[in-house]
């Protein structure tokens, strides 16, 4: 039996929006997105330079590990490299370097040419007490984190829901730091020499789940980007979805429930409020834009709570494009992909993985979360560039270029930078969670409010991922049970059954309200 369409408007133009329209149209539906920004994407982004000819182009480290978890997001690439593009929209995957032989550590103002693979406390001088000495001085960490995390993802081993149900059960009260102290036992210092080596300052309060979520990731050996920047995917998701479909400057400032059941969205279009009423409304947005809509309804107290508390960590990241890639022309192994670490405030050295050997000019990222990340906000951005210089001229001035004989100075090869400090926007960062936030928020902030569901990476179990935004709407379209999952997502996410529950109203309505330079209609 066919469905009657429904109309369904979609509030966030990024991945997880993108997939539920394309899934929904697929399904017959009428949709529309409304999106605050000039671009769709949301956090796919890219940073953008000029290039010797003048052209724009991009340079992201935005990566995808070939962990299981990420099998959604690789069956959309597939299914968007079997559909008709443009060519400067199409989807390649690329190889990414997470690690490469050159990478190496700077702590406390020396590079002991080591990563995490064979830093151990004994080998950058970290101080251990006496007593402890023995069992973590000559362990490295990487086998530090292995050692605490194995006995966790053992309970993942089976289904993984049943697993990741028992982990949190068990162990998401706990921050990661608390387990390693009170369960394990391990003494302050080793935890703060794992936490700086292996990830960034404070991410051990986090609870035990999102660390071991984050270590399925970053333990994963194969990686891939897509070519010419990451922001291919979400323009080519918009391609199929249509433009016509997506109004872009229109930030939702109102949500409103009719007697009927329907939901009515008020935006501003430009100069205009414009009021839009839908049978079924998708809230793709993260939940510090959620809660700034001011006119919405109030829902239960568990619902409000998880909004108002799911815990984002703040990023920063800013592109440097220098004249020549120096970063692979110094030392005894040169940096061709990977990242390094420090304990500055850039914190870790990402060297993208598209123009590794290139001869030209080059782009390398500076990225910091949480602590380190909130740090670099107070300052202006000239400030913030002058810092980065700074700290990458502290690691590499002075160094002699293989290539040309040169030595390294950073100031004279800077050509321009590009910073993002992601607390200043719409979703303030990621998705990480504090203890006990996957059992007590999770479900309550997941669950549909009559006619209004809601979608978004922290609604998943994989905060932090393109794949995590995708999980929430797990509906597989591109396989050959695209039917059947189909149902299951229409089932799941708008609770009706398509055999007998059929939907009314194919159309979408328009209605008026005075904005403040009068008012304009605009068909849909
Ligand atoms: C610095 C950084 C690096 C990352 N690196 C990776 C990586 O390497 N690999 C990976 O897989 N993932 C990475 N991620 C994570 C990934 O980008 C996100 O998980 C994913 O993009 C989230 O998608 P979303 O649709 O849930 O939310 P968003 O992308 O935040 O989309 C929400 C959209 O809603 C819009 N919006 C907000 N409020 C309103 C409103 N009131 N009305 C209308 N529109 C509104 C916003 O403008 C935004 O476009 C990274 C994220 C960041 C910030």
């Keep these: 039996m066919s469905l009657r369409p429904l109309s369904i408007g979609i509030i966030g133009g990024g991945v997880a929006g993108l997939y539920a329209g394309l899934l929904l149209r697929r399904a017959g539906h009428l949709v529309h997105i409304?999106?605050?920004?000039?671009?769709v994407g949301g956090r796919v982004h890219t940073h953008y330079f000029n290039d010797e000819e003048n052209q724009y182009f991009e340079a992201g480290a935005m990566r995808i590990p070939h962990?299981?978890?990420?099998?959604?997001?690789?069956?959309l690439i597939k299914y968007l490299q079997c559909s008709r593009l443009p060519s400067n929209m199409q989807v390649d995957l690329i190889p990414y370097h997470l690690t490469s032989p050159g990478n190496f550590l700077y702590v406390n103002r020396v590079t002991p040419n080591l990563d995490a693979s064979s830093t151990t406390p004994r080998s950058i001088n970290w101080p251990i007490s006496e007593a402890e000495s023995?069992?973590?001085?000559?362990?490295?960490?990487?086998?530090?984190?292995l050692e605490a995390v194995s006995p966790l993802l053992k309970k993942l081993d089976g289904n993984f829901i049943d697993g990741f149900d028992e982990l949190c059960r068990e162990f998401d009260n706990y921050s990661f730091r608390f387990y390693l102290n009170s369960i394990l036992g391990w003494p302050t210092d080793v935890i703060d020499f794992l936490e700086m080596v292996t990830s960034q300052t404070n991410q051990f309060s986090l609870s035990v789940t999102e660390i071991v979520m984050e270590y399925i990731d970053f333990s994963t050996k194969e990686w891939s980007t897509i070519a010419h920047g990451m922001s291919r995917l979400p323009l080519a998701m918009a391609h199929l979805f249509g433009h016509k479909n997506i109004t872009l400057n229109s930030r939702v400032t109102g949500i409103r429930n009719q007697v009927d059941g329907r939901v009515t969205l008020s935006f501003s279009n430009q100069h205009d409020l414009v009021e839009t009423t839908f049978d079924k409304v998708i809230m793709a947005i993260p939940p510090s834009a959620?809660?700034?809509?001011?006119?919405?309804?109030?829902?239960?107290?568990?619902?409000?709570?998880?909004i108002r508390s799911m815990h984002f960590e703040s990023l920063y990241k800013m592109g440097l494009r220098f004249k020549t890639r120096f970063w692979e022309r110094v030392g005894q192994i040169p940096c061709r992909g990977g990242q390094s670490t420090t304990d500055l405030p850039i914190r870790w050295i990402v060297y993208p993985s598209n123009g590794i050997g290139d001869d030209g000019p080059g782009v390398l990222l500076v990225y910091s979360w949480m602590t380190d990340a909130d740090a670099w906000l107070p300052l202006t951005p000239a400030e913030r560039r002058e810092l980065a210089l700074a700290n990458l001229a502290e690691?590499?001035?002075?160094?002699?270029?293989?290539?040309?004989?040169?030595?390294?100075?950073?100031?004279?090869?800077?050509?321009?930078?590009?910073?993002?400090?992601?607390s200043a926007r719409n979703s303030t960062g990621d998705a990480k969670f504090l203890p006990g936030q996957f059992l007590s928020r999770f479900e309550a902030a997941r669950r549909p409010e009559g006619n209004i569901y809601f979608a978004g990476e922290h609604l998943s179990r994989h905060h932090t991922?393109?794949?995590?935004?995708?999980?929430?709407l797990a509906g597989g379209f591109v396989s050959d049970k695209a039917s059947a999952d189909l149902t299951f997502l229409l089932r799941q996410l708008f609770g009706f059954d398509p055999e007998n529950d059929l939907a009314v109203r194919p159309s979408v309505e328009l209605t008026r309200m005075p904005g403040p330079q009068g008012t304009k209609v605009r068909r849909i």
């Design 395 to 422: 690691v590499y001035n002075g160094q002699i270029d293989t290539k040309d004989g040169s030595i390294i100075n950073v100031y004279d090869l800077i050509l321009e930078t590009s910073d993002a400090a992601w």
């Design 290 to 306: 959620l809660k700034m809509i001011a006119n919405r309804p109030t829902w239960c107290r568990h619902k409000e709570l998880a």
């Design 67 to 75: 962990s299981p978890h990420q099998s959604i997001l690789f069956d």
């Design 134 to 145: 023995a069992r973590f001085q000559d362990s490295s960490a990487e086998e530090l984190m």
């Design 465 to 472: 991922w393109i794949a995590g935004a995708l999980e929430v």
């Design 34 to 39: 409304y999106e605050a920004s000039d671009r």
